[in-house]
């Protein structure tokens, strides 16, 4: 049983609130980095990625704050490349304690670690390493991304229900490609699947001319397998082994078959409502760093809204409780994990046309949420820092 | 919507022997016509695009019927089944009540943030309300002063002043409040919020909070005890109440507010009608493409009837009504 004393407790505190005008600033904060050069050129980053999804969230935040008094402005501030990114986090600190933050793993545990952090209320909404949730957790950073474990984990759960228990895989040669292929290591061992070959991708032709002829004699090796696994998250070389296999294997991970925060094929629970704001506003379709970022803007929103308050402290004790949850179209109520600052989130498996499934697949139990069969669970979590605050 | 009719089938009782419960089919663009007396489909209407929800003038001269993609809310002859004419609702209407002066209709904007009120008369919008995001769920008090829209991601039940058509109060509920309905003679208002995973009860003449409904079924997880559509038995005593992806359908004793009984439906339940006498009830389920008829009296399902693509909204016609 969730605890619902709390949340009726904290919205009698409502009347109040609304009485008086309260502002809530949040900042925005993106480091830029260069992109790695792919292959293709069929598929460029816009340039608001995460930008438009806090847009939207704080203007779903604005339209329920003006029944109760309260206004929402956001502060954007974008980090050039070789840019000062705890110079832009101090200055954005000095206006606000709620930062948005979209940047690598090691910029996020800087900006939390800056004495002007302290006591602020920090969201990743785009670093998915593994140590952000564990040894490198914060106590003020929360994470609404999530971490490539959950990611691996979703799939994984969706291969046992397949019974596709041998697996194959390939990897790329960047760190985000390595850290997911560990990743998806790690769910075939926690499901006990079978990895039964491994490979580097390890090519530097043009696969756009040379796939049919390179790929069939590459993933020949492998021998026998139900499902070949591709991790090549920065969408270089994926796309050219799909229909180039040996033998004919439905490939998933970062390709085809790809556990995803968010993708524009989910439509279920009213997802259609948030995808057509979003299009409303980005003239593009929305992704897991939009819906991160919405999700960030919306936790602070619903967590203002229940407590009637706008105070940092206030707002993290709330929002880590059993009393927070958020309408997140993903058929389930989110909520963090109170051991590690991660929301917890149903993953959509998609293809381009379809999600073919959601995890937490049927079938999978926990003893708790079964939210938190997704990524590294209480009993494995080497973070500490959330245990004395 | 449905309560009111509810009370005017009552108000006719003697004469209604058979009739027929109306199912939109969001997914099918139709309406399957449901005759109580064979429980068989016996007239697959087209209507426009995504008929959600669905409600009848109070002499069931005409059909009224929200078609969601075609930004419209149909007029439709029941006998005929031809469109008369379509009603200026306002983008991607979802839901709608019906005012008590049988003319006024409060027609929820999903994705514009508004309800619109249309005059069904002259066919002219008569004002748009701004309210919080993906307002659903809609309804009226008996004596007609009072108008609820409620928000699904503003999380509030809005109170609309109908004499000045202005929101008067905002109540916050649990998250995704769908389905909102006068009880009592108009003395409560209860709320379903489907991912809070609870119905609140409002005293009407203060908007207080007044009981929240909570619902446990052994084996399905809280996650999915999602409430949506619901009826009270005309003595206000009863209330089933329908929790959307637990297949179930929860009988609450409508004054301790506990849950009684669960009773297994199809699959995601979405919204539910009685029939003429209040014997029956009939319950849409989406996914599973069907209408499940209870027993009352009983408390039991006692027919499962196919019905097209995710049935979403459910009204009743009396026979040569």
């Known amino acids: 049983m969730r605890v619902f004393g709390l949340a009726a407790l904290l919205s009698l505190s409502l009347g109040a609130a609304a009485a008086s005008e309260t502002t809530v600033r949040v ?17 460029p980053d816009p340039e608001d990625l995460g930008l438009a999804g806090a847009r939207l969230g704080l203007a779903d935040n604005a339209t329920t704050g003006k029944f109760l008094g309260q206004s929402w402005t956001l502060m954007e501030t974008a980090v050039p490349e070789g840019g000062d990114a705890l110079a832009a986090a101090r200055a954005a600190l000095a206006g606000t304690p709620f930062l948005v933050i979209d940047a690598p793993a090691e910029t996020l545990t800087a900006i939390a670690d800056l004495p002007e952090a302290k006591g602020a209320l920090l969201f990743n909404t785009s670093a998915p390493d593994a140590a952000l949730r564990d ?59 079978k990895l039964v070959g491994e490979k580097d991708w390890i090519f530097d032709a043009d ?36 229909y180039n296999t040996w033998l004919p294997r439905p490939v998933a991970g970062s390709e085809e078959l790809v ?40 936790t602070l929103g619903e967590a203002v809204t229940r407590t009637g308050s706008d105070e940092a402290g206030v707002l993290r004790d709330y929002i880590l409780s059993d009393a927070f949850e958020l309408a997140g179209f993903k058929g389930r109520p989110l909520s963090f994990r109170p051991w590690n600052g991660q929301l917890r989130q149903p993953i959509p498996i998609v293809t381009d046309r379809a999600v073919v499934a959601t995890a937490p697949l049927e079938g999978f139990f926990h003893q708790g949420n079964e939210l938190d069969t997704l990524g590294r669970d209480a009993p494995e979590s080497a973070c500490r820092a959330f245990e004395e605050n | 919507m449905l309560r009111l009719t509810a009370i005017l089938t009552l108000l006719a009782a003697p004469a209604l022997a058979g009739g027929e419960i109306w199912v939109t089919n969001e997914k099918d663009d139709t309406i399957s016509v449901i005759d109580i007396d064979s429980l068989e489909v016996t007239r697959t209407i087209p209507t426009g ?17 929200c078609a969601s993609d075609s930004d419209a809310v149909q007029v439709m002859d029941p006998v005929s089944g031809e469109i008369l004419h379509d009603l200026p609702s ?14 006024r209709l409060y027609i929820a904007n999903e994705d514009d943030a508004i309800t619109t009120v249309v005059d069904t008369e002259t066919r002219r919008v008569i004002e748009q309300i701004d309210v919080g995001i993906e307002p659903e769920g809609m309804a009226v008090s008996p004596d007609g002063k009072i108008v609820i829209t409620t928000s699904e991601t503003t999380n509030m039940a809005h109170w609309i002043d109908t004499e000045s058509e202005a929101i008067f109060a905002n109540t916050l509920v649990d998250s995704r409040p769908r389905h909102a309905e006068f009880v009592k003679d108009g003395a409560e208002l209860w709320v379903s919020a489907e991912i809070g995973g609870t119905v609140t009860v409002f005293d009407t003449a203060t908007q207080a909070e007044k009981a929240k409904i909570h619902f446990e079924i052994k084996g399905v997880h809280q996650d999915r005890l999602q409430p949506v ?21 929860a009988v609450v004793d409508a004054e301790t507010y506990e849950v009684e009984e669960y009773l297994l439906v199809g699959r995601r339940v979405w919204h539910m009608a009685f029939d003429g006498d209040h014997s029956r009830l009939f319950t849409t389920n989406g996914v599973s493409g069907d209408v499940t008829v209870i027993d009352v009296a009983a ?3 006692v027919k499962t009837i196919k019905v097209g693509r995710f049935p979403w909204g459910a009204a009743f016609r009396p026979e040569g009504g």
């Open chain 1, 27 to 43: 900042g925005y904060l993106s480091v830029e980095r260069p992109a790695p050069p792919v292959l293709s050129n069929l598929d």
């Open chain 1, 207 to 242: 696969m756009r001319r040379n796939a049919s002829a390179e790929v069939p004699l590459f993933t020949q090796e492998f021998g026998d397998h139900d499902v070949l696994l591709i991790a090549d998250e920065i969408g270089d070389f994926g796309r050219y082994v799909v």
């Open chain 1, 259 to 298: 556990p995803q925060a968010w993708a524009p094929v989910v439509e279920q629970w009213g997802a259609a409502q948030l995808q057509s704001r979003f299009e409303d506003l980005a003239h593009r379709d929305m992704t897991s760093e939009d819906y991160a970022t919405w999700a960030a803007l919306r």
């Open chain 2, 299 to 301: 408390r039991k399902p």
């Open chain 1, 135 to 193: 040894d490198a957790c914060r106590a003020n950073l929360l994470h609404a991304i999530p971490s490539d474990a959950m990611r691996a984990d979703a799939l994984a759960q969706f291969l046992v229900q397949r019974r596709w228990s041998d697996v194959a895989l390939i990897s790329g040669g960047h760190d985000s490609d390595r850290a997911f292929a560990g990743a998806l290591k790690a769910s075939v061992e926690k499901f006990r699947l």
């Open chain 2, 229 to 249: 559509g619901f009826e009270l038995t005309p003595d206000g005593k009863t209330a089933f109440i329908a929790l959307g992806p637990a297949n179930h359908v």
């Open chain 2, 90 to 103: 306002g983008e991607d209407p979802e839901q709608f009540v019906l005012h008590p002066d049988d003319r």
């Open chain 2, 49 to 65: 695009e995504r008929p959600r929800g669905i409600t009848f003038s109070h002499d069931y001269s005409r059909v009224y019927i």
